[in-house]
């Protein structure tokens, strides 16, 4: 007996964790007129926007106080950078490459006026895979209008798929 209180007291003092189920997989974009494609709608005007280098239309899908945040896998280190809006968009200037970021199947949450996209990507410039990882899209509805708040991704050069 002593040995089963012994037992169930040091479980009870061991650290425990919640197992967290990672998102589902998306299975494909959302049909047109559903509330994920309007979600979707300014992340694919962002793409867009990065495909032909154009920071105003990237700008468009963003709010005022959008925010960046990208996580750099080099070389075995990490580092985090934050970035304003501002600084997002200077990274798109015209310029002789062909940028095309494809975003693999993503998966979208919503509840009421927030939502999330998160989903594999994978970076091009001119054809070839530059960089790839996760994009993670904080977005909110105001006036009836999905905008991104906050994009967040991972990038590195290894482990990409063409």
């Not at 032909?52 to 963003?62: C, F, P, W, Y």
């Not at 750099?72 to 200037?93: D, N, P, W, Y």
Request: net charge negative; aromatic share 6%.
């Amino acid at each position: 007996m002593p040995l089963i209180f012994a037992l169930a007291l040091a479980a009870q003092m061991s650290p425990m964790t919640t197992p967290v189920q990672p998102l589902p997989k998306g299975t494909g974009l959302p049909p047109p007129g559903t509330e994920e494609a309007q979600v979707m709608a300014p992340v694919t005007a962002l793409l867009n926007g990065i495909a032909a280098r154009d920071a105003t239309a990237i700008g468009e899908a963003l709010r005022p106080d959008a925010t960046a945040t990208i996580a750099t896998e080099q070389a075995g280190a990490s580092t985090i950078t934050h970035k304003t809006r501002a600084e997002l968009l200077a990274r798109f200037t015209p310029g002789p490459e062909r940028f095309q970021e494809r975003l693999g199947d993503p998966a979208i949450e919503i509840d009421g006026d927030i939502a999330m996209v998160w989903g594999p990507y994978t970076f091009l410039i001119d054809g070839k895979v530059h960089h790839c990882g996760y994009d993670h899209f904080d977005l909110v509805r105001e006036n009836g209008h999905w905008k991104i708040q906050n994009l967040t991704w991972s990038s590195r050069t290894t482990g990409c798929e063409g």
